[in-house]
């Protein structure tokens, strides 16, 4: 990143510089300059075109916006971009390999585990973060490790179920 | 969000360095409740000082059997640390009982402790808040105070402390590690944050130019008899109504050292030394525990609409110190509370 900002090393406030992010987006190197106020969400959805990541509340408080961080789940809109330069970001565009579904996806459909649809980025991707915790065993505590992502369409046990069955499909290939 | 600046630290005297030259800066660490208020402009401030990659990461024990948990530490790394786990299995639960798995991946150690209220008042700028424009008034004692707290409130201010983390951490009789430009200090977790009185707009009693560094934790955990409960409106992600952290020495049947704190009810996260005195060296029942609840709310004081929360504080410590007694701490999954 660019170092023309001058914050705590001047008494004067000008005008913010806009800085160079350097970031790995689903595997590929990109480059954006962004105000520093520009959460990492905005930089994926209006400066990478990636708008598989939604944004919902903007709060930190429905899970719309998860995406991966260096392999943890995190909401994307109460992180600012500059502060990630350098980090590994998956988002649901990501999850995919050479044409075949994701386990996750694949379960999500398997199961009918959405309706309108706007929370499943959020949920699948914060799905695969659990899986890589390996906390979550039983239904109880997938519930409990999932409920940062709400469905308003209130499909939860459906969630569940999905999220089950990639668990169980992913413990089979490892 | 307004305007502002951004900039790194590359150590911590860098850091110190920084904030004293512009004191209307902020450190950033997690962010999740920074950037949040940003949003909200209840915080304004002309710059942020990145300090999420200082090396103030590591868990680790001390000389005397303790642990010291760096400042960015993230609270999912610090509730499945094996270290917590197995030692400190109240810290944990409270940490887990808190946030989502998404937040609590971002939130650091240091930052829990600086969270703010989460009074509907103080978010919305529309509204008076002594806390967020000293002097304008406190639309909560007249308003809608449902959440608010019932101990060591004061005219200016009725607004809880939110965390779960330090109400263990208060309980578990944490010290809070700090630099600033005169060097370093120590403060007992009691000490660091501070009731209303007539100046709200101060949570804590951390200089503005001083940057948490620490944690630490003594060598006594309570690891067999603990238990955290949190009461709250939904059963997963949601702020406490009332919480209780509940942890105690049993010979026999008797009590030997008890700890007992709250989180939900006041200013900061609430200890009383009488209501502990109460329970050393008694017999470990539902009347010991009545008369501690008793003595901890003696001073209890509901508004409007939070009244509720003076018998819920007092059957949530039997309860609480019940599951402790007994060694059946209450689960963050299960939630039945039995």
Same mark, same amino acid.
């Given at each position: 990143m660019?170092?023309a900002? +001058? #914050?705590?090393?001047?008494? $004067?406030?000008p &005008?913010p510089?806009?800085?160079?992010? %350097?970031?790995?987006?689903?595997?590929?190197?990109?480059?954006l300059?962004?105000?520093?106020?520009?959460t990492?969400?905005?930089?994926?959805?209006?400066?990478?075109?990636?708008?598989?990541?939604?944004?919902?509340?903007d709060?930190?408080?429905?899970?719309?916006?998860?995406?991966?961080?260096?392999?943890?789940r995190i909401?994307?809109?109460?992180?600012?971009?500059v502060?990630?330069?350098?980090a590994?970001?998956? +988002? #649901?565009?990501?999850?995919a $390999?050479?044409? &075949?579904?994701?386990?996750l996806?694949? %379960?999500?459909?398997?199961?009918?585990a959405?309706?309108c649809?706007?929370c499943?980025?959020?949920q699948?991707?914060?799905?695969?973060?659990?899986?890589?915790e390996g906390?979550?065993?039983?239904?109880?505590?997938i519930?409990?490790?999932?409920?940062?992502?709400i469905?308003?369409?209130?499909?939860y046990?459906?969630?569940?179920a999905?999220?089950?069955?990639?668990?169980?499909?992913?413990?089979?290939?490892s | 969000?307004?305007?502002?600046?951004?900039?790194r630290?590359?150590d911590?005297a860098?850091a110190v360095?920084?904030?004293a030259?512009?004191?209307?800066?902020?450190?950033?660490?997690?962010?999740?409740n920074?950037?949040?208020l940003m949003?909200?402009?209840v915080e304004?401030?002309?710059?942020?000082?990145?300090?999420?990659?200082l090396?103030?990461?590591?868990?680790?024990?001390?000389?005397?059997?303790?642990v010291?948990?760096?400042?960015?530490?993230?609270?999912?790394?610090?509730?499945?640390?094996?270290l917590?786990?197995?030692?400190?299995?109240?810290?944990r639960?409270?940490?887990?009982a808190?946030?989502?798995?998404?937040?609590?991946?971002?939130?650091?150690?240091?930052?829990?402790?600086l969270q703010?209220?989460?009074c509907?008042?103080?978010?919305?700028?529309?509204?008076?808040?002594?806390?967020?424009?000293?002097?304008?008034?406190?639309?909560?004692?007249?308003g809608?105070?449902r959440?608010?707290?019932?101990?060591?409130?004061?005219?200016?201010?009725?607004a809880t402390?939110?965390?779960d983390?330090c109400?263990?951490?208060?309980?578990?009789?944490?010290?809070?590690?700090?630099?600033g430009?005169?060097?370093?200090?120590v403060?007992a977790?009691t000490?660091?944050?501070?009731?209303?009185d007539?100046?709200?707009?101060?949570?804590?009693n951390?200089?503005?130019?001083?940057?948490?560094t620490?944690?630490?934790?003594?060598?006594?955990?309570f690891?067999?008899?603990?238990?955290?409960?949190?009461?709250?409106?939904r059963l997963?992600?949601?702020?406490?109504?009332?919480?209780?952290?509940?942890?105690?020495?049993?010979?026999?049947?008797?009590?030997?050292?008890a700890?007992?704190?709250?989180?939900g009810?006041?200013?900061k996260p609430?200890?009383d030394?009488?209501?502990e005195?109460?329970?050393r060296?008694?017999?470990?029942?539902?009347?010991?525990?009545?008369?501690?609840?008793?003595?901890?709310?003696?001073?209890?004081r509901g508004?409007?609409?939070?009244?509720?929360?003076i018998?819920?504080?007092?059957?949530?410590i039997?309860?609480?110190l019940?599951?402790?007694?007994?060694?059946?701490?209450?689960?963050?999954s299960d939630?039945?509370?039995?």
């Amino acid at each position: 990143m660019t170092q023309a900002n +001058t #914050v705590g090393r001047a008494p $004067t406030s000008p &005008a913010p510089t806009k800085i160079l992010v %350097a970031l790995d987006v689903n595997g590929r190197q990109r480059q954006l300059t962004v105000a520093p106020w520009t959460t990492l969400l905005d930089a994926l959805r209006d400066h990478l075109d990636l708008t598989g990541t939604k944004k919902g509340c903007d709060h930190g408080q429905c899970g719309a916006c998860t995406v991966l961080v260096d392999g943890r789940r995190i909401n994307s809109c109460l992180t600012l971009a500059v502060m990630k330069d350098g980090a590994k970001i998956t +988002t #649901v565009e990501g999850l995919a $390999t050479e044409g &075949a579904l994701h386990p996750l996806q694949q %379960a999500f459909i398997d199961h009918d585990a959405f309706q309108c649809g706007y929370c499943t980025p959020g949920q699948i991707c914060s799905a695969a973060g659990l899986i890589a915790e390996g906390k979550a065993k039983s239904a109880d505590e997938i519930r409990e490790l999932m409920s940062g992502n709400i469905c308003r369409c209130g499909a939860y046990p459906n969630i569940v179920a999905a999220i089950q069955q990639a668990m169980g499909t992913m413990a089979g290939r490892s | 969000m307004i305007n502002f600046q951004y900039a790194r630290a590359n150590d911590v005297a860098d850091a110190v360095r920084m904030i004293a030259t512009d004191p209307t800066a902020k450190f950033i660490a997690g962010g999740t409740n920074l950037i949040d208020l940003m949003k909200e402009d209840v915080e304004r401030p002309s710059g942020l000082i990145d300090i999420s990659r200082l090396p103030l990461k590591g868990v680790e024990e001390t000389s005397d059997g303790g642990v010291r948990i760096g400042a960015l530490v993230p609270n999912s790394d610090l509730a499945w640390h094996p270290l917590i786990e197995q030692r400190y299995p109240l810290l944990r639960n409270a940490i887990l009982a808190g946030a989502s798995q998404q937040l609590r991946n971002m939130a650091s150690t240091g930052g829990n402790l600086l969270q703010r209220t989460r009074c509907a008042y103080f978010y919305d700028i529309a509204t008076p808040c002594n806390k967020r424009e000293p002097g304008s008034g406190c639309s909560a004692i007249g308003g809608i105070n449902r959440i608010h707290a019932i101990l060591g409130t004061s005219e200016s201010c009725i607004a809880t402390h939110p965390s779960d983390m330090c109400v263990a951490l208060a309980a578990l009789d944490a010290k809070v590690h700090v630099t600033g430009p005169a060097g370093e200090r120590v403060l007992a977790f009691t000490d660091f944050h501070r009731l209303p009185d007539s100046s709200p707009q101060t949570d804590t009693n951390l200089h503005p130019n001083e940057l948490i560094t620490a944690v630490e934790l003594p060598a006594k955990g309570f690891p067999a008899n603990y238990s955290y409960l949190k009461i709250r409106d939904r059963l997963s992600y949601a702020f406490a109504l009332v919480s209780i952290a509940a942890a105690m020495e049993l010979e026999g049947g008797t009590i030997g050292e008890a700890r007992l704190a709250l989180g939900g009810v006041a200013h900061k996260p609430w200890r009383d030394s009488a209501a502990e005195s109460a329970l050393r060296g008694q017999p470990a029942n539902q009347t010991t525990f009545e008369q501690a609840a008793d003595i901890l709310l003696r001073d209890a004081r509901g508004y409007e609409h939070n009244t509720f929360k003076i018998d819920l504080a007092r059957r949530g410590i039997v309860r609480t110190l019940t599951q402790a007694a007994q060694a059946t701490p209450q689960s963050q999954s299960d939630k039945k509370i039995r």
